[in-house]
């Protein structure tokens, strides 16, 4: 596993810090989870990006133009 640093402000530290006490979880444990959730909503994002002429020229506007079609 590789490592990283990086330097957080302290009211950031001080809500990680709050965070692991609660959850039991370490900070590092916890800032991994962080980093791949960020990670997955930016390729959900790309994905989307890339997929949305595709859905505009079927007729897809809007969120709702889905959802109307898949309920």
Known sequence: MATLTM?????MEAELARLS???HRTKSEL???MLR???AIRR???LRA???PYAESAGYLTDDDV????S
């Open 7 to 11: 330097r957080i402000d302290p009211r």
């Open 21 to 23: 006490a609660a959850t």
């Open 31 to 33: 800032a991994r989870e």
């Open 37 to 39: 959730r960020q990670l």
């Open 44 to 46: 959900f994002h790309a």
């Open 50 to 52: 890339e997929a949305l």
């Open 67 to 70: 959802f109307r079609d898949v």
